[in-house]
C-alpha cells in the first residue's frame, strides 16, 4: 500500500492505495465518483477521461499512485445542477447524448481543448475529438455542442 495525497473536485483526499490501482478504479470504487465511464480499459475510447492539472488523461490506464499531488476534477466537478458548465448546459441543448456512455468523456476532453482555444472552428473540434469514441453516431450534435459552449463563453 502507499499513501497518496491529491486533490479530486476540489477536495483534498489522502489515502492508501494499492500501486497498481487504475485512477478511474479508484474514483469509481473509493470516491463513488460515477461520471468516469470505464469501457475500453485500454486508453482508447476516452469514455474516462477526467483532467489532471488542467490536462485530459485517461484514467484507465492512469495508475493513481502516479496522481500524487495533482489536482482532477471529474465531471462531477466541471459543474452543479444549479451551475451547470457551459459544455454541459450546450450538450442538454444540442440533445448530444443517446446512449450516453462516451459523452462524460467527451465533455472533459472538450473543457480542457476550450481552455486551449476558446474560439475553435468546427474542424479544429473534430480533431480535438478524434481520440473520443461514440458508438452511437452522434458525433455531429457533439460537435454542434462544443460549438455553442464556445459561442457561449465568448458572449460572457
Given at each position: 500500500?502507499?499513501?497518496?495525497?491529491?486533490?479530486?473536485?476540489?477536495?483534498?483526499?489522502?489515502?492508501?492505495?494499492?500501486p497498481?490501482?487504475?485512477?478511474?478504479?479508484?474514483?469509481?470504487?473509493?470516491?463513488?465518483?460515477?461520471?468516469?465511464h470505464?469501457?475500453?480499459?485500454q486508453?482508447?475510447?476516452?469514455?474516462?477521461?477526467?483532467?489532471?492539472?488542467?490536462?485530459?488523461?485517461?484514467?484507465?490506464?492512469?495508475?493513481?499512485?502516479?496522481?500524487?499531488?495533482?489536482?482532477v476534477?471529474?465531471?462531477?466537478?466541471?459543474?452543479?445542477?444549479?451551475?451547470?458548465?457551459?459544455?454541459?448546459?450546450?450538450?442538454?441543448e444540442?440533445?448530444?447524448?443517446?446512449?450516453?456512455?462516451?459523452?462524460?468523456?467527451?465533455?472533459?476532453?472538450?473543457?480542457?481543448?476550450?481552455?486551449?482555444?476558446?474560439?475553435?472552428?468546427?474542424?479544429?473540434?473534430?480533431?480535438?475529438?478524434?481520440?473520443?469514441?461514440?458508438?452511437?453516431?452522434?458525433?455531429?450534435?457533439?460537435?454542434?455542442?462544443?460549438?455553442?459552449?464556445?459561442?457561449?463563453?465568448?458572449?460572457?
Open positions: 500500500m502507499m499513501q497518496i495525497n491529491l486533490l479530486i473536485n476540489g477536495e483534498g483526499f489522502e489515502e492508501l492505495v494499492e497498481r490501482t487504475h485512477l478511474a478504479d479508484f474514483l469509481r470504487d473509493r470516491l463513488h465518483l460515477t461520471a468516469t470505464i469501457r475500453c480499459e486508453g482508447v475510447c476516452g469514455a474516462c477521461t477526467v483532467l489532471i492539472d488542467g490536462a485530459p488523461a485517461r484514467s484507465c490506464i492512469t495508475y493513481v499512485v502516479l496522481c500524487q499531488g495533482a489536482e476534477v471529474t465531471l462531477e466537478g466541471l459543474g452543479t445542477q444549479e451551475h451547470p458548465h457551459p459544455l454541459q448546459t450546450a450538450f442538454v444540442e440533445q448530444a447524448a443517446q446512449c450516453g456512455y462516451c459523452i462524460n468523456g467527451m465533455i472533459m476532453q472538450s473543457a480542457s481543448f476550450l481552455e486551449q482555444n476558446p474560439d475553435p472552428t468546427e474542424h479544429e473540434v473534430k480533431e480535438a475529438l478524434a481520440n473520443n469514441l461514440c458508438k452511437c453516431g452522434t458525433h455531429a450534435r457533439i460537435v454542434r455542442a462544443v460549438m455553442r459552449a464556445a459561442t457561449h463563453a465568448s458572449k460572457t
